[in-house]
């Protein structure tokens, strides 16, 4: 699958799991020295090849479509994750509703509550509140002293990348699911997954986890 068919695809799983409502959110695929991404003010789940925008990575636009303003957001998490190949960015309601709250913890805005979220996602930080399209956003992600591949950006969504698109759709998915029941046990006794299971599951796993002892 061509890079243009793998990022229209994902488009469409982030709309048929209900993460990308109206024509918000946007994709993207690192094949080399060039991005291919969803055009501003295309609806995901709809995207056609004369959508998408080509992009390097420095950001200059090559061909196709007019890019999304977050463009930043996108070639900075590329940068902390130089293996990563694909980022999804989605306004879903409970991570955006979580990131309108105070985090759990300095490093996650998530709780560790299941092994799922843990073995796909990892630490998800709360990046501080920019408008959307400012490029301060990415001085955000690669400014971050914690490794993530997914954080929530306050009081706007979620990004995340993956080693391809159908990961990045998948720990997008995670993430929301992680966000709904985070929610859902807001104000209760919670019954935390102990710290040294943590370790154990996001290493076995090769995700992101700061030990809350050494933040």
Known sequence: MNAADA????????????????????VSIRTGDRVLMSGTGTRLGALEPTDLAE????????????????????????AKNPTHT?????????????SCLEP???????????????????????????????PAMGELITGS???FRAALLANHGAVVSGEDAPTAVDSTI????????ALMTLGAPRRL???????????????????????
């Open 174 to 181: 995670e993430l929301e699911e992680a966000c709904r029941i």
């Open 193 to 215: 997954i102990a710290a040294d299971q943590v370790a154990a599951i996001t290493q076995r796993w090769n995700m992101p986890w700061t030990d809350d002892a050494h933040q």
């Open 55 to 78: 992009l390097s990575l420095d950001g200059t636009h090559v061909g196709g479509a007019r890019p999304s303003k977050e463009v930043s957001l996108h070639l900075a998490l590329y």
């Open 7 to 26: 990022l229209i695809q994902a488009g469409r799983a982030l709309v048929e799991a209900g993460l990308s409502p109206g024509s918000s959110g946007n």
């Open 104 to 134: 759990w913890s300095e490093h996650s805005a998530v709780p560790p509550l299941t092994p799922y979220a843990l073995m796909r996602v990892g630490q998800v930080p709360l990046l501080d509140f920019v408008p959307p399209g400012d």
């Open 145 to 147: 002293r914690h490794p």
């Open 86 to 98: 694909a980022v999804v960015h989605v306004h879903s309601p409970s991570a955006v509703a979580l």
